[in-house]
T-cell receptor, first 113, second 116 residues
Framework: KAGVTQTPRYLIKTRGQQVTLSCSPI?????VSWYQQTPGQGLQFLFE???????NKGNFPGRFSGRQFSNSRSEMNVSTLELGDSALYLC????????????FGPGTRLTVT | AQSVTQLDSHVSVSEGTPVLLRCNYS??????LFWYVQHPNKGLQLLLK??????LVKGINGFEAEFKKSETSFHLTKPSAHMSDAAEYFC??????????????FGKGTKLSVKP
């Protein structure tokens, strides 16, 4: 079974721009979660989607948004990029909610200049 | 609210010696606890998980962890370190309250160095 894939792997953007990151979960998994990893704040939960609905959201500003498609693929969008948004963005998939074991993708490294 | 505290930001061991990575948790519920490993420029890999079955949990690559309720600890151990174990390790608890229901709450991480 193929693992979680994320595209692109690396991205460089300028302040004020917006960016869209993509995540394809493991086949059969219906839940996708997104995390931000920075040296200062560590790993922080962004949001979780299940069956195309956002089920849970972390403490991030509204510039961070996401969606999930009927095939369970997910995208996250960050608008009006700030320098502090530079981070590794990790996506994880699981079969179901709550108790599902989460499998992580390799991440997208976003650099904002 | 649930939280985890990793007591060491950096641990250095020699190859072939035991590894101990310490983690304390805080949870008003029976916790679901995990250890994840992250190698440089890679995603996170699940090492093991505790979900209220056996208190001694065996994981991959020879790692194991013991859940101790009285000490609110979930320390990760390995009898003999290998060079390939050098990585960052995260202790994780699953959120149970309201807005954090279901999502993973990560510790700050412990960077493990293995000397030849």
């Amino acid at each position: 079974k193929a693992g979680v894939t994320q595209t692109p792997r690396y991205l460089i953007k300028t302040r004020g721009q917006q960016v869209t990151l993509s995540c394809s979960p493991i086949s059969g998994h219906r839940s996708v979660s997104w995390y931000q990893q920075t040296p200062g704040q560590g790993l922080q939960f962004l949001f979780e989607y299940f069956s195309e609905t956002q089920r849970n959201k972390g403490n991030f500003p509204g510039r961070f948004s996401g969606r999930q498609f009927s095939n369970s693929r997910s995208e996250m969008n960050v608008s009006t990029l700030e320098l502090g948004d530079s981070a590794l963005y990790l996506c994880a998939s699981s079969f179901g909610l709550a108790e599902g074991e989460q499998y992580f993708g390799p991440g997208t490294r976003l650099t904002v200049t | 609210a649930q939280s985890v505290t990793q007591l060491d930001s950096h641990v250095s061991v020699s190859e072939g010696t035991p590894v101990l990575l310490r983690c304390n948790y805080s949870s008003s519920y029976s916790p679901s606890l995990f250890w994840y490993v992250q190698h440089p420029n890679k995603g996170l890999q699940l090492l093991l998980k505790y979900t209220s079955a056996a208190t001694l949990v065996k994981g991959i690559n020879g790692f194991e962890a013991e859940f101790k309720k009285s000490e609110t600890s979930f320390h990760l151990t390995k009898p003999s370190a290998h060079m390939s174990d050098a990585a960052e390790y995260f202790c994780v608890v699953r959120g149970r309250d309201g807005g954090s229901q279901g999502n993973l709450i990560f510790g700050k991480g412990t960077k493990l160095s293995v000397k030849p």
